[in-house]
């Protein structure tokens, strides 16, 4: 198992950017899929984007690609989701998430597929 604590949310006006991290803690960390969801109010949980544990492999969802990067440093532990062009839509929990699955683009947008949670961090985009 995989311990996840995410950090870095906060109130941002649209078209400004923010950085989330997720500390990771746990010796198997480095062998998993870390992706990052939201969940707006009323919402269902969306996928956002996802990495592979050797960080050769990235998907995004179509509503953030070319303004979100995820990234991954494995010594530390730790992996971020730089967010730029920040529109309110985006307002939402953010949520870090691990799997031990072995890679494989399509299923990393599943919840399910995920057996590590962090707590989630509240991103507020103000228009």
């Known amino acids: 198992q995989v311990q996840l604590v995410e950090s870095g949310g906060g109130l941002v006006q649209a078209g400004g950017s923010l950085r989330l991290s997720c500390a990771a803690s746990g010796r198997t960390f480095s062998r998993n899929v870390m992706g990052w969801f939201r969940q707006a109010p009323g919402k269902e949980r969306e996928f956002v984007a996802a990495m592979s544990w050797s960080g050769g492999s990235t998907n995004y969802a179509d509503s953030v690609k070319g303004r979100f990067t995820i990234s991954r440093d494995t010594a530390k532990n730790t992996v971020s989701l730089q967010m730029n062009s920040l529109k309110p839509e985006d307002t939402a929990v953010y949520y870090c998430?691990?799997?031990?699955?072995?890679?494989?683009?399509?299923?990393?947008?599943?919840?399910?597929?995920?057996?590590?949670w962090g707590q989630g961090t509240q991103v507020t985009v103000s228009s």
């Open positions: 998430a691990a799997s031990s699955r072995p890679w494989i683009r399509s299923w990393t947008v599943l919840p399910n597929e995920y057996h590590s």
